[in-house]
């Protein structure tokens, strides 16, 4: 079981809820998309899956979930749909004045923020890099 997995399972127990084989596909889902997404996208990707039947409203309560304990996010672009991100493995570089939106991943800042928390006895469950400042267009 990933990390992922068992922070959603400590947070669903805090909740009293269980941890269910739907919920596990729909985070496994998650982690799997590797960019952003639609929550009609996921359950369109989870309906394809004939061995487990995860209902429209699965998805949507469980995204909900992994929201309010920290491990995706949803965002609002500009065409005004709602889209989700697993925080876990890519970092954002952020334009305080165009609000441009820069994802990358470095192994490096993985590595040293992993070290951090090992120097520091520290379980990560998530992880959100933020840096905000200028893009190149705007400085």
């Excluded at 609000?99 to 040293?112: K, L, M, P, T, Y």
Aim: glycine share 6%.
């Amino acid at each position: 079981m990933s990390r992922q997995e068992q922070a959603f399972g400590v947070y669903l127990r805090s909740r009293g809820l269980p941890l269910t084989p739907e919920r596990q596909a729909v985070l496994k889902q998650v982690l799997a998309a590797g960019r952003h997404f639609q929550a009609d996208e996921l359950y369109l990707r989870l309906a394809r899956d004939k061995s487990r039947q995860v209902s429209r409203a699965t998805v949507y309560r469980t995204l909900r979930l992994l929201c309010d304990c920290g491990l995706v996010r949803k965002v609002v672009f500009v065409d005004r749909h709602s889209h989700y991100e697993h925080l876990f493995g890519h970092a954002h570089l952020i334009c305080s004045k165009c609000g441009r939106v820069i994802e990358f991943r470095d192994q490096s800042v993985s590595r040293a923020l992993a070290r951090v928390c090992k120097a520091k006895k520290f379980r990560e469950a998530s992880r959100k890099v933020e840096v905000v400042g200028l893009c190149a267009k705007c400085s």
